[in-house]
Structure formats: structure tokens, C-alpha cells
């Protein structure tokens, strides 16, 4: 079963809203067997949702259409589909008494759009909305189904979740079944070329693709086929053939992270860790404690910007930083040795170098930058040469750090 | 001029990536005036991009693409538009030595693929990639322009930016004029109705529109018109009767940040600025570091996410912490005298708080957070009571924290 949506809405078109909703809806409707073939983003104007939804249903069985945000652009769009489907519109008592109810409840009264809410296409099937009052709506038209909800994503998720998913699950033959290798530090055609003969002897029926993002890959395996179980199985033995070809360079599965790994990790071999840096400025910081729990773990930063708070607080020595300069091998391991004493932590991160764009040199160009982690006896070092982009060399060297911190302690503890 | 968006991957579809590039590519484009009338995102099927392409030429005089990610699958964008065109393929030696250099200069070897993206449909012109190896594509097509990218957010950035804005702003002769105005910590239906008359009093062609993000509010003043300068003046004109009427909610306008008007405040009254994080986990700092030349002012921070580092290396009294609560008044207070005295700067921010989702209790549920900005004279609190989403609580206390810092400057020094 292919599927296509629609979302409605000029704020999409002018940028003022990024279309998160469709991402969602694609990611539930592919577990469960769905391809999304296409996505639409259309104005708030009657002829072009029509458009879309002719072409749409020419090319897909199922279309989700998603509103503008708002009772008055949701009616746009159900003037729209009524139009398309040559049907009258009613006015549905069911659905005005419940909004009623949800308005006495608050002790408010409803406004006219709220009235508007409560019109309908002939030949609707009501899909109950737990969030909100507008419910979604579902037609059957020449063998094809249209579901139309909402645009506020928390109401259109609470229809699909409830309502619609368990609804087509039941009906479905065909499974869709994936598995996500997560990779750092290696570029995609240097993975692509490890894993290639793997790839090639795969049936048709599945396929890898290839996610690449700041100094990670994503690997994604997905297959189709009828025995959900078989097919479970035949993944999970290219997955294992996968990650075995390509070694440490996998730090993960699936919707898991490098800071979730380390938080796993760290807690799994009772370990407290702490971070120094300069250029990244609290970037790796601020990265770890993304993750609920962090504070399990991790005892926090010196974020030594100026070289002042590196000789006073992490005691890098000022011979040091005057006779081979801030940015060195050796400064960065003082930086690991002094944050480790001072926040009295097991293993450590330090970051020193030139993030750009200025403050380069023919020696020390823009991009040159150390990364050290270890603990009280060993320290290993790595001199990242990034490129010119500030925050791209942030963020590349705050990938690289962690993924250092999770071989060390892997290897070490 | 209309324009449409094709974004090609598979990954958008399945919604392990959200489509942020055509969100930005809408932006950009509406603020020189061009309305973006679809989007669509398509599978990496050389059939479906011709599709697209079909439809979106006989809709619109303008049509923007971008790639899969990565070498692979601009490829077979490449080749769909070679066929969609009717044109060869030919080996573009230019492209060629610029990606042999720049592989000479990285000391690494190219790959078969990098080969392939020297490859061209005929006709092309070539888009200057700053940012990556496979350059943007120019093609004009019955009249139609196409425009092809890399999917990498910051290479199709570079490329718009760079080559493609300047180059449609110096051929309109209708000039869309903006200025922007940024808001702080003040909610949208607030700032509407504070600066409802002078909207109002606008003459047709200027327009405002309100921006909202996580807490912050951009009111964007645009007007249509043949003459630039008489135009330029009156937005002017009504930028400053808002701003008066708005007092010191503003912070900067069009694209400045925060953190750049801390820089240049900081560097004009000569101030060294530190912080002290708890909840926020190094995310104030490492937004400080975000403008280039933060160095000239900012010391670094300490984070600590751990009480003993709040007591060892900010010197909050133990007493406090046993007493009242790592999450206080007292403590935040401390914080910032801490950090002051440690890290030997003029002004400070502390903070520290419950981000969530975890850890709240009745008295302090998740979301309460304490802000202080001070120096070792004076400190200024704040209890910021957010919600119980850990990165918006997050991202919300790091924008309070930086606006209170802006104020605290401006009243003080």
C-alpha cells in the first residue's frame, strides 16, 4: 500500500513552520508497511489542495492530508475535500454536542469557528480526536481512502496513534521492518566500500541506505515482506554481518545516540566523567546533558575560553602556553589531567583549538584542533584538522570527542 | 515570480530526516519576494523526480531542488534531470581540479564517486559550493529556470546565500524592503497589542508580520514597492516609532542574536563576562561562543552539574546546599559570586534549576529555575517557571539568562 500527504498551511511555504508533522506520519506509516511516496506542501487556497489530492490519489491508495493550524484554515481544507468528492455538507450533532461538553467543562463558550467545526462532508467517517475538538475525518472514494486531521501536531499524532494505525494494522498483509547501524567518525563512501560485498548479496527485497550527518553515518537495512518474522530475522543477520565489518566505528542502534551511549556506559562501569574545553565553549557540555540522567554521571565543565581560567582552574602550566601556545598536544592533556582533579572525576575530555574563521595561523590554521580523553594515567590525544565553518568545527570536534570518550572507556574500563 | 521546492530522499519520506531546508529555502526566498507555491518531497526514483519536475515547471517559473544526501543520491538526481532535459552527461574538468585540490589539501585520495560528481548534464551552470566538493547546477528550460543542490543543509545554504539570492535581487525591478525587529521574553498577542495603532495608522503596501520562537518574538516590517529609497525610509520610520513603543524588550534587529549584542556591549564598556551552570549544562556558554570573537570578552564558565562542584569550585556554602536546596535563591546567588571571584570577571550569570523530565517535587516542580545576573556588588534574580520539556526548558533559560545579562549591562555600566 503506497501512501501520499498533504499538508496545508502557508506558514510552511513561507518558512515560518518547518513540516514536522509529515516526518512523523512517515516514520509510523514505513513500520508498519506503509511507503510514503510523496509529500506535498500546498497554500491555504481551495484549487491547489484540489490539485494535490487529484494527483495524489492517481498515484497512491491512501492520502493523509494534514490542516493549517487553526479552525479557519482547517475549514479551507474541508471545503476543499467536499468540493473534490462532489459532496454536500452537514451539520453533524455528535460532534457539536461533544465540543459543547469540552467547552462547559472549561467553563467557556464557544465562539462561531467553533460551530464551523461541526459542518461536515456528506459520507464522513468521524475519527475521534482526544486533544482537541476538531476530529479528523476519513472518506472512501473510487477504491482510495483520504484522512484529513488537524494540523496541530499533538492532535493529528493522537488520531494516528489512536485511531488510524491499530485501524489499517488489522486490514495490513505486507510488513516493513527496519534496523538502523549508527557510525561515527568514517565518511559514507569509505563505509559504502567496507560493507559492499554484504550489500550485494542481499535479495531484493532489502535494501541498505546510507544517512549521512556531521562526522556520522547512518546505516539503515530495511526489508518487505509478508512474514514480519522471517523477515526480522534475515535483518537482524545483515545487521550482525554489517556491524562485525565494520568494527568500533558502530556506537549504536537505532534512535540511540553518542550521549545516550555514554550515559549507558558510564553508568554501567560506575564511572563520573567531566569535560574541559576552550573552542567548543560548553558545546560537549551542553551535548550530555541533553539526555534525562545525565546527572548520573556526569559532573560537569571548565570551560576555559580565556588561557587565564586554564592556568587557574585546570593548572595548565603557564610555561606551557607561553613556550608552545594554548592550542597544543600538551596543553590539551593538562586540560584533561586538571579537570579530572579539580571536578574529581574518573575519565575526562579536553578540546583546545582554532574554531574560526578567524585566528588561524600558516602553523595553526583555522580547523586545527586537539581533542584529548583520558584518566589519571593515560592520556590519548587526536589533532582534528576541521574546516573554516565555526560552528560546523564545533560541532565536529564535539562528535569526535565523544566518540573518543566512548572507545577509551570501552577499551580502558 | 512563483517558485516550487523538490526535495529528493527517501529519508525525508520515511521521516528519519525533517525537511528543514525547504523551510529556510522559503524564508529566503519570500523575503526577496518570490512566493514559494509547493513543495514536494520525493523518493530517490529517477521516474518520480521527472514527475515532480514535470508538474512543478508547469506550475511555477522556478524550480528549487535538493539532493539526497551524499554522492550516491545527487546522482541519480543529476542524471533524472539529464533525462527530464533531454541532455548528455560531459566531464566537467573545472569541478574535477577543484575536488582534486581540495583532496590534496586534506592529504586524502578521491573516491570513484567524487569522479561522479564531476559529471554534468550539457547546458549546466555551474553553482560554487564553498561549503563541499559537489557544486550547485543551474539549467534554463523553456523559459523555466532549475536549480539543483546538495541536500547537506549548510552546502545549500552556502550556495542560495552566496550566488543564487544576489543573483535574482539584481534582476527584479520590484523591491521588497524589511527590517526586523527582535523581541525578548515577551509573548505575541502582548506585543500585538501593544503596537496595534501604529500597525494600524501603515499605508497598504507595508506589512508585519510576527515571528514567534522559544522565548522571543521577531516582528518583521516589510513593504512592496518601485522606489527603494522611499520605501527604505518609511520602513524606518515605523522601525522606530515600534522600537520606542516597545522599550527595552528589543535587543537588536534583523539578523543579529542575543550573543552578538552581548559582544558588542560587553567589548564597548570593556567587560569580562563568565557563567555558572547547573541545569543548563554549559548551553549558556556555548551560545556565547557561537559569534566569532567571543574570546575578546567571555572567560569561560564552570558547569556544575554536580553539588561538589558547585561547592568546591564556586564555594557555595555547604550549609546552603543541606539547608535549602541546590535549587535556590541562595545558591544561584553564590553561583554567580563564585564564578565571578573564580574565573576574575566583571559580571556573571548563574543558574540552576530542574530542566525535567525528572527530579521535580511539589515545591519545586520541573521547570523551576533559578536565573541570577550579577557582579560581587550587586545580583538580580529571577524564578523562571518553565514547563517539562527538557530541551525547551533548557533552551527557554538560556535565552532569559542571556536577556537578563544584556539588561543587567545596560542599567549598570
New interface residues.
Partial sequence: MQASIITVGDE?????????N???????L?EIGI?????????DESD?IIL?MK?ALEETDILFMTGGLGPTKDDITKKAIADFLGRDMYFDEPTFERIKSIFEKLGRSMSPSHHDQCMMPNGVEILFNSMGTAPGMLFRHEGKIIISMPGVPYEMKAIISEIVLPMIKSTSSIKIC?K?ILTACTG??TI??MIGDIVNSMPPYIKV????AIASV?V?ISGTGSDEAKLNDEIQHYTQLISQKLGDIVYGYDDSSLEQEILTLAIQKDL?IS?A?S????????R???V????AY?????????N??KQ??LHVPEETISRIGAVSEETVKAMVIGVNQ???SDVSIGVTGI?????GTPEKPVGHIWICVGNKDIQETFLL?A?K????N?ETTTFYALDMLRKFILKEY
Fill in positions: 510552511i511555504l513561507i518558512g515560518q513552520v518547518i513540516d514536522s509529515s516526518a512523523w506520519l512517515g516514520q509510523q514505513s511507503s510514503v511516496k510523496k509529500i506535498w506542501s500546498v497554500a491547489q494535490g494527483q527496519h538502523t559514507e563512501t559504502e566500500n541506505a546510507y544517512l549521512p547512518r539503515r563520573k569535560t574545553e573552542c567548543t565553549g560548553g558545546a560537549i557540555a551542553s550530555l546533558v541533553t534525562p540522567g545525565s546527572s556526569y559532573m560537569g565543565s571548565i570551560v576555559a575560553y580565556d587565564a581560567v587557574n582552574l579539580a571536578l574529581q574554531a574560526g574563521p578567524d585566528g584538522k574546516g565553518n565555526r560552528l560546523k564545533i
